[in-house]
């Protein structure tokens, strides 16, 4: 899935991130809407082993600035999956 969009490897995270550097993330909507692609993001973070946990589910409205979900996990495997 990844591998289309990343290619052979991202050479700008191995460059400036330690291979063991972990992270803590919030996925923060940026304007009114309508979630969706909620499940894909959690399949594609697992993909890269990034835990996630749901704040919001596909179908309910969010604001700006509403956090959507919370990722932890590998530096380099968030930025990959982001």
């Known amino acids: 899935m990844l ?3 990343i290619g052979f490897a ?3 995270s191995e ?8 992270a803590r993330a919030e996925i923060i909507a940026n304007q009114r809407g309508v ?3 909620v499940v894909e ?3 594609t973070f697992d993909e ?3 835990r996630v946990k749901l704040v919001k589910k596909d179908g309910q409205r969010v604001r700006p600035g509403d956090i ?3 990722v932890e996990g590998s ?5 990959a999956a982001e």
């Open 3 to 5: 591998a289309e969009d």
């Open 10 to 12: 991202d050479i700008t």
């Open 15 to 22: 460059s400036l991130l330690p291979e063991d550097a972990k």
């Open 35 to 37: 979630l969706a692609g």
């Open 41 to 43: 993001a959690v399949i």
């Open 48 to 50: 890269v082993g990034v």
């Open 68 to 70: 959507v979900m919370l």
């Open 75 to 79: 530096t380099r495997g968030i930025l």
